[in-house]
């Protein structure tokens, strides 16, 4: 394989309520709404992103509403991203520490990996979230919400896979996307892509196989892997199926071009071009202020929206 992948492009896990997701978001972690559609594959449910001031890649969290009454939480298990790793400068531990506890968000106990100091906590639906404070090269542009510029999340560290066979899914990570294993601790196994800065981790840890992850409000539904145009996510297309990796055609997701593949411990990856990004279709000082469609659905605008529940965005007030 001569093709390779580059480092997070986006996570995208399922949220219940909208408006509390939007509000832990912004209000919380001070990340921006950088986009607000629908799933373009179920267009009766929100889509939301966030990310730093531009939505670059790396940065950016995504989540499809579930709202429904019948969406029954995700659980976290085997076949899973289990927590999504921001990271922040080291300085900022005691600040974060203190701005989720005032907003009732219980911490655990900071710990130590790979000589690095973690915060873990849950979004509202129960995602695992993390902060990594670290020098890392931050990956994002200053961003203009609640947070003070020295302590802003300078998007992704890194994401942990839970897998009941943690060698097959690292077999399948370095033979086909091109990533290195850097570091083996504490049950933990550490791969690593180049991107612009100096490396994106993704940690591998294996759990017991049953009960296995389930998807829903909560669980992360895939993550994505960054490419830099359609004739580099092409090249690897052609290389995979070239060696019998099944993986799909390309969709066009608007901000991005996709596809999709499953390693075998049962994560699903998703190859995304880094172009043509969120201003394709709003300037960037205006993303995420009103509800954007894919030219295809635009004639049913009317009737999607009224399918909406309203909701109130941080940048309109
Ligand atoms: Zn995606």
Redesign the pocket.
């Given at each position: 394989m001569t093709e390779k992948v580059y480092g997070i492009?986006?996570?995208?896990a399922i949220a219940g309520d909208p408006q509390r997701n939007i509000d832990f978001y912004t209000g919380v972690l001070g990340l921006r709404l950088v986009k607000l559609t629908v799933n373009f594959d179920d267009p009766g449910t929100y889509h939301l992103y966030y990310g730093d001031e531009q939505g670059r890649p790396g940065t950016v969290l995504?989540f499809f509403a579930w709202s429904g009454a019948g969406a029954l939480p995700g659980r976290a298990g085997a076949g899973q991203v289990t927590a999504v790793a921001f990271t922040a400068p080291p300085a900022s531990l005691a600040y974060w520490q203190e701005r989720l506890h005032e907003h009732g968000i219980n911490t655990a106990p900071p710990v130590d990996r790979f000589g690095e100091p973690v915060l873990a906590f849950r979004d509202p639906d129960g995602l695992g979230l993390e902060i990594v404070f670290t020098e890392t090269p931050a990956r994002s542009s200053p961003s203009a919400g609640p947070i003070p510029v020295d302590h802003v999340l300078r998007g992704f560290h890194s994401a942990t896979l839970s897998l009941s066979d943690g060698e097959a899914t690292a077999a399948f990570m370095r033979r086909w996307l091109g990533f290195t294993l850097t570091g083996e601790r504490d049950g933990r196994r550490r791969l690593t892509t180049e991107d612009d800065g100096s490396g994106t981790p993704v940690d591998l840890v294996t759990v017991p196989p049953a009960p296995n992850g389930c998807m829903g409000p909560g669980a992360v539904?895939?993550?994505?892997w960054r490419t830099p145009d359609e004739e580099s996510q092409h090249r690897l297309l052609v290389e995979l199926r070239r060696h019998g990796v099944e993986a799909s055609s390309v969709r066009d997701?608007t901000y991005?071009r996709?596809i999709?593949l499953r390693e075998p411990g049962g994560v699903l990856f998703?190859v995304?071009t880094d172009t043509p990004g969120f201003a394709v279709d709003e300037p960037l000082e205006r993303l995420g202020r009103e509800l954007r469609l894919p030219p295809w659905l635009e004639r049913q605008r009317s009737d999607i929206e009224q399918a909406l529940p309203p909701l109130r965005l941080p940048n309109n007030e």
């Amino acid at each position: 394989m001569t093709e390779k992948v580059y480092g997070i492009h986006h996570i995208t896990a399922i949220a219940g309520d909208p408006q509390r997701n939007i509000d832990f978001y912004t209000g919380v972690l001070g990340l921006r709404l950088v986009k607000l559609t629908v799933n373009f594959d179920d267009p009766g449910t929100y889509h939301l992103y966030y990310g730093d001031e531009q939505g670059r890649p790396g940065t950016v969290l995504t989540f499809f509403a579930w709202s429904g009454a019948g969406a029954l939480p995700g659980r976290a298990g085997a076949g899973q991203v289990t927590a999504v790793a921001f990271t922040a400068p080291p300085a900022s531990l005691a600040y974060w520490q203190e701005r989720l506890h005032e907003h009732g968000i219980n911490t655990a106990p900071p710990v130590d990996r790979f000589g690095e100091p973690v915060l873990a906590f849950r979004d509202p639906d129960g995602l695992g979230l993390e902060i990594v404070f670290t020098e890392t090269p931050a990956r994002s542009s200053p961003s203009a919400g609640p947070i003070p510029v020295d302590h802003v999340l300078r998007g992704f560290h890194s994401a942990t896979l839970s897998l009941s066979d943690g060698e097959a899914t690292a077999a399948f990570m370095r033979r086909w996307l091109g990533f290195t294993l850097t570091g083996e601790r504490d049950g933990r196994r550490r791969l690593t892509t180049e991107d612009d800065g100096s490396g994106t981790p993704v940690d591998l840890v294996t759990v017991p196989p049953a009960p296995n992850g389930c998807m829903g409000p909560g669980a992360v539904h895939h993550i994505a892997w960054r490419t830099p145009d359609e004739e580099s996510q092409h090249r690897l297309l052609v290389e995979l199926r070239r060696h019998g990796v099944e993986a799909s055609s390309v969709r066009d997701r608007t901000y991005f071009r996709s596809i999709y593949l499953r390693e075998p411990g049962g994560v699903l990856f998703e190859v995304a071009t880094d172009t043509p990004g969120f201003a394709v279709d709003e300037p960037l000082e205006r993303l995420g202020r009103e509800l954007r469609l894919p030219p295809w659905l635009e004639r049913q605008r009317s009737d999607i929206e009224q399918a909406l529940p309203p909701l109130r965005l941080p940048n309109n007030e």
